[in-house]
């Protein structure tokens, strides 16, 4: 067993003492494949999103509606630089249109009947052909019309509609109207609904385009929370001006303005966001109803970040990050699966944007609706199907049959013994210059603006990201860096966004943190804590041994009457007494660490003192783990000190085509809907071992019988698939088996 002097992420301390081997992994992306299990231990199933029937209930609702349901406009038929890509409309559809009851059918001819249809028709058609000749010198006009009668009529014509004495009926009529005419104004005179043409409209539309006066009355009708509407790129100063003014003055009371500049089509555009109430109003049934949607998915990524993912999706749909849950974090480099739960968005209209999503990398499948979001930590575990290539020795080159012998052996050492249960560099940011952890140490520390400046420190090289966090650094200037920050990095972005609105001290800086989902502010206090958990198991290892000893803290389940078989009640800790030490009532698999946190216990030997010793070199000795200004609290948990790999197979390749059969099999699986279980393996995945040489596939029980083909080449690599429980790590596994860093 060996350590370094120095600590780090992830020490260099093992559980077994074979020789190992190098390799790299992750050459590609699709070298790296994980599977979440869930709790029923089935891997999560990935059909194509368009083998899916889409539900046909809105038609029968409201036969021969053009669209229905309420309008969430996020960004009709324009992108929006905060919310990254917005998908276009369809025909016959303006911005995203969700499935509703038939009462919110927006079918006039059902609503209205035929004849008053074709009067509201002509009545429509007429006051186009009064409003059709040239608008010259709009601001000018607008500005006069404000000035001496802001109720002044811009046309006095007039449409009755009938009676309709039940009010829901009359809501219905003036969300058709309004939908289907947006530059009509609806009026209610006791039971009586008339209509005539709206001033408002038509002074918009002077100052912009008629599509866009359209959409923005939509948006403005429809009032969905956290809904935003950008109108086209405009360079002229003097006409966003007029239009910030007559949207002040017309709806200032409803929403905010602001003018962003889109570095893709290098334009400013100005954005509309609905104001948030002062005083929220009542909550009624409906509401909890809609916030109580829960459509599940299972989300397939591929070089992308998890919060990352999620925050894409809440941006194209209109939603917070928050509102999607999830069992776990995946890996980046990797072509990962895995179920979310996401609020308050429908199954159809998840389904309407899932084309957009795979602009990003993000395709959806098993797309249905749930009762209750996802929890994490709610998963079995995950399956792994990986790819290390460029095998060697660490001596010298080495022959097939050598690199066969130093495989098997360290595949069956970390088959019995398992592998010491270290959080992955992941955990900390790979290849980042300021890691996770250190930036978790400040929040706990509740030095905000240091986090602040840690989570900005750029890495060397002159990538956009870099650039932008340089720029904040040497400037203070949250606006400008915000400019220069790519829009994939949502996290920046938010944070930005809240610095350049709260200022760079120290509230600032809590805004900013606050600013992110919980979620993410979370994780870098959880990456130090991981942090030193690596460092108390490696600790605990090099100095007490492969034993359970006295003090050491380990699972004791009891198994409770009228408990179903296969479960048992929630685990308890242990302190391992002399006596159990001395019998090895315990073995090392049972013995877990405490994670740093306010409701755990320490272990009652050395290790116990190591703990205080390390907090207190970090200035966390009165720490109590919850840090108040970010609404965070740590409460701890306990991490098994070992970990073990279940159905563990492998496969050796020499030759040109080495790994390449993978490659091959997990795009023929992505395509067909298959879980990524790999080529010539049982389903059932057994735990036997399995290889394969040159163009021959041998499968065998381990004991070494194999024959070996010569090839041309000396590439060789290895296939391995393998499930673990959840949390923990498969590069982690690999540094077992392979004696390094892969």
């Not at 600590?7 to 301390?13: D, H, L, R, T």
């Not at 992108?79 to 969700?98: A, F, M, V, Y």
């Not at 790519?486 to 920046?492: V, Y």
């Not at 085509?657 to 992505?670: H, L």
Request: glycine content about 8%; aromatic content about 6%; overall charge negative.
């Amino acid at each position: 067993m060996t350590m370094t002097e120095e600590a780090p992420s992830v020490p260099e301390c093992y559980i077994s003492e074979h020789e190992g081997f190098y390799g790299t992994i992750k050459n590609f992306t699709r070298d790296f494949v994980v599977t979440e299990i869930d709790i029923h231990g089935q891997m999560v199933t990935k059909p194509s999103v368009s083998d899916v029937p889409q539900s046909s209930n809105i038609t029968e609702a409201c036969p021969g509606a053009k669209s229905e349901g309420k309008t969430n406009i996020i960004s009709p038929k324009h992108e929006h630089n905060l919310k990254e890509e917005n998908s276009e409309p369809g025909p016959g559809q303006n911005g995203d249109i969700t499935s509703t009851a038939s009462q919110d059918c927006f079918d006039l001819n059902i609503i209205l009947g035929q004849a008053v249809c074709e009067e509201l028709e002509q009545f429509t058609a007429l006051l186009r052909e009064m409003s059709s000749s040239p608008n010259d010198d709009v601001e000018k006009k607008l500005a006069n019309q404000e000035s001496s009668n802001g109720s002044e009529k811009v046309a006095n014509q007039e449409l009755s509609l009938g009676s309709f004495p039940d009010k829901h009926q009359r809501a219905n009529v003036h969300r058709a109207v309004r939908h289907s005419f947006p530059f009509l104004l609806t009026v209610t005179n006791q039971s009586e609904i008339r209509v005539k043409e709206d001033p408002d409209f038509k002074l918009l539309s002077g100052l912009v385009s008629e599509e866009e006066a359209e959409d923005f009355i939509r948006f403005i009708d429809t009032k969905m929370p956290n809904s935003v509407y950008t109108f086209r790129g405009d360079d002229s100063k003097e006409h966003r001006t007029a239009v910030h003014h007559f949207l002040s003055r017309r709806f200032g009371k409803l929403v905010e303005t602001k003018s962003f500049i889109d570095q893709q089509q290098k334009t400013t555009a100005i954005t509309v966001r609905l104001r948030k109430k002062g005083k929220p109003r009542k909550r009624t049934a409906d509401d909890s109803k809609e916030e109580e949607v829960y459509t599940a998915f299972t989300l397939r990524k591929e070089n992308l970040e998890t919060l990352e993912a999620i925050s894409y999706m809440a941006a194209v749909l209109g939603v917070l990050p928050s509102d999607f849950t999830y069992a776990g974090i995946k890996d980046k480099r990797a072509v990962t699966y895995q179920s979310m739960v996401v609020k308050k968005i429908s199954p159809q209209r998840l389904r309407e944007k899932a084309s957009e999503f795979e602009k990003r990398g993000v395709v959806l499948s098993s797309v249905r609706s749930v009762s209750e979001p996802l929890h994490l930590g709610r998963l079995q575990g995950n399956h792994f199907d990986l790819v290390v290539r460029d095998l060697r020795p660490h001596q010298g080159h080495g022959t097939l049959m050598e690199l066969d012998s130093l495989v098997q052996e360290a595949v069956e050492n970390v088959k019995v013994k398992g592998f010491v249960n270290y959080y992955g560099p992941q955990r900390f940011g790979t290849g980042q210059s300021v890691q996770s952890d250190r930036v978790g140490l400040a929040l706990l520390k509740e030095e905000m603006v240091a986090a602040v400046r840690l989570f900005f420190t750029p890495e060397e090289g002159d990538d956009p990201q870099s650039v932008a966090k340089r720029h904040f650094l040497q400037t203070d200037n949250a606006k400008e860096a915000l400019f220069l920050m790519p829009m994939s990095k949502a996290r920046e972005r938010m944070m930005l966004r809240a610095l350049h609105r709260y200022g760079t001290g120290p509230e600032g800086c809590t805004r900013a943190w606050l600013s992110l989902p919980h979620g993410m502010r979370v994780f870098y206090p959880h990456a130090y804590c991981s942090r030193v958990w690596n460092e108390a198991a490696a600790h605990r290892l090099t100095t007490l041994g492969h034993r359970a000893r006295q003090g050491d803290l380990v699972w004791k389940q009891r198994r409770e009457e009228g408990i179903e078989a296969g479960e048992t009640s929630l685990p308890q800790i242990h302190v391992v007494t002399a006596a159990e030490e001395e019998e090895e009532v315990y073995s090392l698999g049972q013995v877990v660490l405490p994670m740093l946190g306010n409701s755990v216990k320490y272990p009652e030997n050395p290790v116990g003192g190591w703990y205080q010793e390390r907090l207190a070199r970090d200035g966390l000795q009165s720490c109590r783990f919850r840090v108040t200004p970010l609404k965070l609290n740590l409460p701890g948990c306990y991490r098994p000190l070992l970990a073990i790999p279940h159905s563990l197979t492998y496969r050796l390749e020499q030759g040109q085509r080495a790994g390449e059969r993978q490659q091959e099999w997990n795009g023929k699986s992505q395509a067909s809907g298959a879980v990524p279980q790999h080529p010539d393996t049982d389903t059932t995945r057994p735990g036997g071992l399995e290889r394969q040489r040159g163009g021959e596939n041998v499968q065998g029980n381990g004991e070494g019988e194999s024959t070996v083909q010569s090839s041309d080449t000396d590439t060789t690599s290895l296939t391995l698939n393998f499930d673990l429980d959840s949390s923990c790590y498969a590069t982690i596994c690999l540094r077992e088996v392979m004696k390094c860093d892969p």
